[in-house]
């Protein structure tokens, strides 16, 4: 009975143990993370330089029926932690990229443990071992001013280098800036991937407010060798200045025809820091209100260079003296020479008169127009002769004849119209012309008895016309003598000669 007792407790003492040992197998198969595949770790991103960013990684499989994760960690070879990667879930027959970055501080050799780790055990012992790294130094960039042109045509252009040290090709940020009285303005920005090596790049800046540019270049992605005050280049700059120059030379011919052409050599200089802009040269006459007699293009001129021709003029001016000048303008600048040109004379005496000869004549004929066509109308009115009653009148003579007869004895007649009093020869008979009213009336010699107040010989021939009719009134009114016609003559203008408009008699109008 004893002995039955006591193999009941060994059989029982036997399983106990047992189950303590079985244990720890089941949990080793239930979770086991081993490598798929090689159980040496990758590595990403070399060469790598310090800064540079490097990836480790290496494939785990999850040979358990449960999900667990694990983690990739990193460590010096003298136990310091470099880097642990975040943990990765794996389910169960799956297999997943566990992996860790890492960035070196320092160039050399290095020598780094790594391991898979899980919070929920079961790490095969495959997922540990040891790399060397190869760390280079850091790359550098550096830049060079190839030149600077500021121009009047193309604006500020800017030509520079960069240069990155042997490495990898590394992503470059550019950016310039223009400065003026202390402020800073950016004009451009851009990136590039540079290669190792020498690049040649330009910008174009048009014509900014300015003393100096700035370029500025920063590393993207990646820890550059050079500190932050070099990685800044600056560089004077100033606004391009030119300083035309224009000088005439000799002319062909030297006192040219109006109508005419001259040709006149001359020089363009520009002795500025800057070419010029292309422009025209044209030759202005002030004489003639600011007559532009010739124009021609003119190409660019470089900084201290000049350039020679011959500009044809014409026609030239109809004026004795010609002043003017010969300008060369262009955008923002221009810069001209006077000139005074004596024009050929149409004199032979070779006297200078102080006023347009041209004009003088154009206005000596027409004043000579104007006096003959005010003479012609006037000796038209003052040789018109009226119609008389009677066929047998004698017509006026003319003035001319008037005053070439006898003016030994005159006798005093009243002009009809007016109160003039005209002296006529005595013996003169027919028409007589007022000066005063332009009226025209007849008159005929007088027939006198002797007196001995006139001579006897003063007696009026058979054949001379018979004296002109009287008629005397008291009021302003009165009848022509020939046809009763009323007339009306103020009492204050009689005696007057008068003459009826009806039937054209003439008489003596008297006041009683």
Request: proline share 7%; net charge negative.
């Amino acid at each position: 009975m004893v002995n039955r007792a006591s193999t009941i407790r060994l059989l029982l003492a036997i399983m106990f143990s047992a189950s303590l040992f079985a244990s720890p197998v089941s949990a080793e198969e239930e979770k086991m993370f081993g490598p798929a595949g090689s159980s040496e770790v990758a590595v990403s991103g070399e060469p790598v330089h310090v800064g540079d960013t490097l990836s480790v990684s290496i494939l785990v499989h999850n040979q358990g029926s449960v999900p667990g994760s694990v983690r990739l960690e990193l460590k010096s070879a003298d136990g310091q932690n470099l880097s642990a990667g975040t943990d990765t879930e794996i389910n169960p027959g799956s297999s997943r990229e566990v992996v860790a970055e890492f960035t070196p501080t320092i160039a050399g050799v290095i020598d780094i443990n790594w391991e898979i780790s899980s919070d929920d055990g079961g790490v095969s012992s495959e997922l540990d071992g040891s790399f060397e790294l190869q760390v280079l130094e850091s790359q550098s960039v550096s830049l060079a001013f190839a030149s600077t042109e500021w121009t009047l045509s193309e604006g500020l252009e800017c030509d520079f280098t960069l240069t990155l040290s042997e490495g990898k090709s590394r992503l470059i940020g550019i950016s310039v800036s223009t400065t003026d009285a202390g402020e800073s303005t950016e004009v451009q920005s851009f990136e590039l991937l540079m290669n190792p090596g020498i690049r040649s790049l330009g910008v174009a800046l048009g014509h900014p407010q300015a003393t100096s540019i700035t370029i500025s270049v920063s590393s993207i992605g990646w820890v550059t060798a050079n500190s932050p005050a070099n990685l800044s280049w600056d560089q004077p700059v100033s606004y391009p200045v030119v300083s035309p120059k224009v000088t005439i030379g000799s002319y062909e011919p030297e006192s040219p025809s109006p109508g005419g052409t001259i040709s006149l050599d001359y020089t363009l200089e520009n002795s500025g820091d800057s070419s010029t802009l292309p422009g025209t040269l044209r030759f202005i006459s002030y004489s003639d209100g600011g007559m532009i007699l010739a124009e021609i293009p003119v190409s660019a001129i470089s900084a201290g260079g000049s350039s020679s021709g011959t500009i044809s003029i014409g026609p030239w001016p109809d004026s004795q003296v010609v002043e003017a000048e010969l300008v060369w303008s262009m955008d923002g600048s221009s810069a001209s020479s006077p000139v005074s040109i004596s024009s050929q004379s149409s004199d032979d005496s070779g006297i200078e008169l102080p006023f347009d000869i041209m004009a003088a004549v154009y206005g000596a004929i027409l004043g000579f127009a104007v006096v003959l066509v005010g003479l012609i109308v006037l000796r038209a009115v003052s040789e018109r002769t009226p119609s008389t009653e009677s066929g047998d009148r004698v017509l006026r003579e003319s003035r001319i004849a008037l005053r070439q007869e006898s003016t030994s004895e005159k006798k005093e007649v009243p002009c009809p119209s007016c109160s003039q009093r005209l002296k006529i020869p005595t013996s003169h008979s027919g028409m007589v012309k007022c000066p005063a009213c332009s009226s025209q009336f007849h008159t005929s010699p007088e027939t006198h008895e002797p007196t001995s107040n006139q001579p006897e010989s003063e007696t009026t021939t058979p054949d001379e016309a018979p004296s002109i009719a009287s008629v005397i009134s008291s009021e302003d009114e009165l009848s022509c003598p020939e046809c009763q016609q009323m007339l009306r003559i103020p009492l204050e203008r009689r005696p007057v000669h008068s003459r009826c408009p009806a039937c054209r008699t003439e008489f003596l109008a008297e006041a009683e």
